[in-house]
């Protein structure tokens, strides 16, 4: 039932013509005449008296006025509870990361975004690779910082921030020669491999190598941390990347690798949400805070 259709009926009788209620309501009187007449129509009853004085309810009108004007204020109850759980959900932004990116990069980001959007609130998730994939696709995050991984981008949209060296992580006594470390040389080493979906970032680096010359997977599913303390305490040796090592302040060697790799971070986003304004203000303000950074 189209209550635009009630609507209009409720304002001619309050304004006593229909040519008045169309000129208020921004209609032409004949269209305003086919609207009453489709609502009659549909009702299967005549609801006007239309005479040379102008318009009023009919008996079975007079009948049915408290029940339409229940429905038009029901009506105008939703709409408006909808244009309010939108606006909460535009000052409210849900923001995926990973814990580097939430300890290096957003504070910054933050507090810029906020300067600009100061009725914005931040609801934070730091998650692995795929879990953070995942909610962006649900909806259940409005965008995510992560890595670039292909097979996981359908149905999203990329927004490329920065590329991160992928770094060889070694005991602080392990020598290197000419300040990196080339891939084959993990060849047999216990390699511990960090959070689940880091090995999405860092298998594709031991792609062209011989599978006689690949480390001792370990798959610890251990946070950052726990990995540089493992590797401290000489149990193995790992790939992290610069970002993650920045806020690391044990004796470790930190070595680039030969050749040298990233992972590709960005913002993603689902596709059709690319648009919404308070995304777009976020990947704008990332852009600005991370170029002022370098």
Same mark, same amino acid.
């Given at each position: ?47 006007? /008296?239309?005479? $040379? ?9 007079? !009948? ?7 429905? =038009? ?20 932004? !849900? ?26 609130? @931040? ?5 692995? %690779?795929r879990t953070l994939y995942e909610a =962006? ?8 910082? =992560? ?35 080339? %891939? ?6 216990? @390699? ?5 979906? @880091? ?27 726990? /990995?540089?303390?493992? =590797? ?6 790992? %790939?992290?990347?610069?970002? *993650? ?6 004796? *470790? ?6 050749? $040298?790799?990233?992972? $590709?971070?960005? /913002? ?8 919404? !304004?308070? %995304? !777009?203000? @976020? *990947? ?11």
């Amino acid at each position: 039932m189209d209550t635009k259709k009630i609507k209009a009926l409720l304002k001619a009788i309050d304004l006593g013509s229909l040519s008045s209620a169309a000129e208020d309501l921004g209609y032409t009187q004949s269209g305003l005449t086919h609207m009453m007449n489709s609502l009659e129509d549909e009702f299967g009853i005549s609801l006007l /008296i239309r005479n $040379k004085s102008g318009v009023h309810l009919s008996p079975p009108g007079q !009948k049915l006025l408290q029940d339409m004007k229940a429905l =038009v204020d029901a009506s105008n109850k939703l709409e408006h509870d909808i244009d309010a759980i939108k606006e909460h959900s535009f000052s409210t932004l !849900k923001i995926g990361a990973y814990s580097s990116v939430a300890r290096t990069w957003l504070p910054s980001i933050l507090e810029s975004y906020k300067l600009v959007n100061p009725e914005t609130e @931040f609801l934070l998730s730091m998650q692995d %690779i795929r879990t953070l994939y995942e909610a =962006v696709k649900n909806e259940e995050l409005d965008c995510a910082v =992560v890595s670039y991984q292909e097979e996981l981008m359908s149905g999203l949209s990329w927004t490329p921030l920065r590329d991160d060296e992928l770094v060889a992580i070694l005991p602080g006594k392990y020598s290197v020669e000419e300040g990196s470390f080339p %891939i084959d040389y993990f060849s047999g080493m216990d @390699f511990l491999m960090p959070s689940d979906g @880091f090995e999405m970032d860092i298998l594709p680096i031991f792609g062209k190598i011989s599978s006689k010359l690949l480390p001792n997977f370990r798959y610890t599913n251990m946070d950052d941390a726990a /990995i540089v303390s493992m =590797v401290t305490h000489g149990l193995g040796v790992s %790939i992290l990347s610069r970002l *993650i090592m920045q806020s690391v302040k044990e004796e *470790i060697a930190v070595v680039s690798l030969t050749p $040298k790799a990233y992972r $590709k971070l960005g /913002i993603i986003v689902k596709s059709r949400r690319q648009g919404d !304004k308070s %995304i !777009k203000n @976020f *990947i704008a303000t990332s852009k600005n805070v991370l170029n002022a950074l370098q």
